[in-house]
């Protein structure tokens, strides 16, 4: 990461230069103008094709770019609908923090958008990251991702419906159902994730080997990257609730409310998860304390039958002349019944005891 960043050392404030891993084979502009009674949807060869549905105030634009390896893209399209600088830096900065941004004329949100590997969809290590930015405007809105796939297809659908809500209301509403599906798609994660925890702690109980702690310490790294990328959602939000500015009409603020709530639950799922992680490490600890225990008990119990044993033959293993025993015709098999029974009776003695 810090590698990333020394393209930027000693570049003026504004400077565009993308920062981050190339993760899209191409740049993609989609465009959907819409309102209640007409649904434009394409895709973009040049950014200046999007002027065209600039000078449309009767539509309502979303313009989509996946990937942000092109700065000229960026530059040209930011130029055409007046974005800061600042903001077009921050958007080619993928190591944002979530956060929102009150420019007048727009709004600027950033936010982690999380996928599970469709290539190995069990598997919850594989879990990608993307950045998204969002600048709400007057009647346009532009959202930036660092490569193709994302969450928003439900809402893709719901614009071709002419009837659907989204059609009768403003970009505004349009801005709070893309950060909801974001949101709502960690849901999905947290769910397949208590699957796997479930599966993780029978595995603690009945089984504890070393690769229940490689997954453990799995478990509780994704727990701290969705923990980074969803605590700052619950102050982009708030301020999202609190900010000024007529670009947010008073009927979208009460979903803005639906989706600050959900927030508020995914930081508490992800806390509790944190929390029976930690304490399966410590379940997983005591397990193999306890196994080593146990081991270690047997191999005492065995140790133990044997010293009385090793005694015997130790007196019967000295090469004295004069022993009384040594003449004896029945000696030997005396001596080693002797010996089992012995080691039955200790053997007995410990069963009695609970000791096996």
Request: net charge negative; charged share 30%.
């Amino acid at each position: 990461m810090f590698d990333r960043k020394k393209s930027k050392v000693g570049l003026a404030p504004g400077t565009l230069v993308h920062v981050g891993e190339k993760k899209a084979e191409r740049v993609v502009v989609s465009v959907w103008a819409y309102n209640q009674s007409e649904l434009i949807e394409k895709e973009m060869e040049t950014v200046e094709d999007c002027l065209f549905f600039k000078d449309r105030p009767d539509l309502n634009v979303w313009i989509n770019v996946d990937g942000l390896d092109r700065v000229e893209v960026i530059e040209k399209l930011g130029n055409c609908f007046g974005i800061h600088p600042l903001t077009l830096e921050d958007i080619l900065n993928t190591g944002q923090r979530p956060k929102m941004e009150d420019y007048g004329s727009y709004i600027y949100t950033v936010l982690k958008m999380m996928l599970l590997s469709e290539s190995e969809t069990e598997d919850l290590e594989e879990i990608i990251v993307d950045q998204v930015s969002i600048i709400l405007g007057p009647n346009f809105l532009l959202s930036f991702q660092e490569r193709e796939g994302d969450v928003f297809n439900p809402i893709r659908e719901r614009l071709r419906k002419p009837d659907s809500r989204i059609r009768k209301s403003g970009v505004d509403y349009l801005a709070y159902s893309l950060k909801d599906a974001v949101i709502d798609y960690y849901f999905v994660i947290l769910e397949r994730f208590g699957e796997k925890v479930e599966d993780l702690e029978e595995e603690l109980i009945t089984d504890p080997r070393p690769e229940t702690l490689h997954t453990i310490q799995s478990y509780k790294r994704d727990m701290i990257l969705l923990r980074k990328s969803v605590w700052p959602l619950r102050e982009l939000i708030n301020s999202l609730q609190k900010v000024e500015s007529g670009l947010i009409k008073d009927s979208t603020q009460i979903y803005l409310r639906d989706v600050y709530d959900h927030t508020i639950q995914v930081i508490d799922s992800i806390e509790a998860f944190r929390d029976i992680l930690s304490s399966m490490l410590d379940v997983y600890l005591s397990s193999v304390s306890n196994k080593m225990n146990e081991i270690m008990k047997v191999l005492t119990i065995v140790a133990t039958i044997f010293i009385p044993l090793t005694f015997i033959a130790g007196v019967y293993g000295m090469n004295f002349e004069y022993m009384p025993e040594l003449g004896w015709h029945w000696g030997y098999p005396v001596v080693m019944v002797f010996m089992i029974l012995v080691g039955i009776s200790m053997f007995a003695y410990f069963r009695r005891k609970k000791w096996l």
